[in-house]
């Protein structure tokens, strides 16, 4: 599993738009077949929010940045960060691959 976390930091006007266009851009996500999880978490700040991405593949990451609805979301959500996403990336230790398995929105 490869396992990407994506820090967010919103501007305050933004907040609902973009809590808005990352809900769908999760609906879509998880239905692909390369993403096992696709979390998405607001902080204690309620401008800052953390994307949990769990992917099968380092490649099946990349295939998630080539679908339209990642497009529309990267697009649409642009002018509403307060500064650039940043992200860690990870590999899984436990649970073993059997262990994840996406919640259907």
């Known amino acids: ?57 380092p490649e099946d990451a990349g295939r998630h940045k080539e679908t339209a609805h990642y497009a529309r979301w990267r697009d649409t959500v642009a002018d509403m960060m307060a500064k650039p996403r940043s992200s860690v990336k990870y590999t899984n230790i436990a649970p073993g691959e059997e262990g994840w398995d996406a919640e259907r929105l």
């Not at 696709?38 to 929010?49: E, H």
């Open 1 to 57: 599993m490869f396992i990407v976390h994506v820090f967010i930091h919103v501007k305050p006007d933004c907040v609902d738009a973009f809590k808005t266009a990352t809900l769908e851009n999760v609906r879509n996500s998880i239905h692909e077949p390369g993403i096992a999880r696709f979390d998405f978490l607001q902080d204690a700040d309620p401008n800052r929010f953390v994307l949990v991405e769990v992917y099968r593949t």
